[in-house]
């Protein structure tokens, strides 16, 4: 599925909530300040969509009107340097499961990042478990199957 066509779906949900999407130079900024890459269709998320979900979800992003505790780099510096165990600084937070765990980008690939599990009971040295190849496909099956 491209980022278009998943683009296309999350439009379709009677339960929605977008925001105005992210420009450039606010997803250039939150690269930098974090130290990551943001790329791939979590990018491409961002540009469109800036931060939101559908039904019973929510993902971390970047804009004008990104709601505080939706605010990608508040989150990732909060979970990296309040939480314990500390999130590791190549992982991009994209939506909590309502335990204090997080998925999250892998921002290590050179090529498209994957989707990793952040376990909040483990330990700082754990080895995420990957759940998802990239952004877009991991999203596809969570809004196929929500939670």
Known sequence: MTFDELAQKLELFSSKSFGQGASEDDIDAASDRLGVRLAGGYRSFLRRFGWGGVESFELFGLGSDVPPYLDLTTVAESERTEMHPG???????????????????????????????????????????????????????????PD
């Open 87 to 145: 999130l590791a600084s190549h992982l991009i937070p994209l939506m909590n499961d309502g335990g204090g765990n997080l998925y999250c980008l892998d921002s290590r690939a050179t090529g498209e990042p994957t989707v990793v599990f952040w376990d909040h009971t483990a330990s700082e040295k754990q080895i995420p478990s990957p759940v998802a190849p990239d952004f877009v496909s991991w999203l596809a099956e969570r809004i196929s199957h």
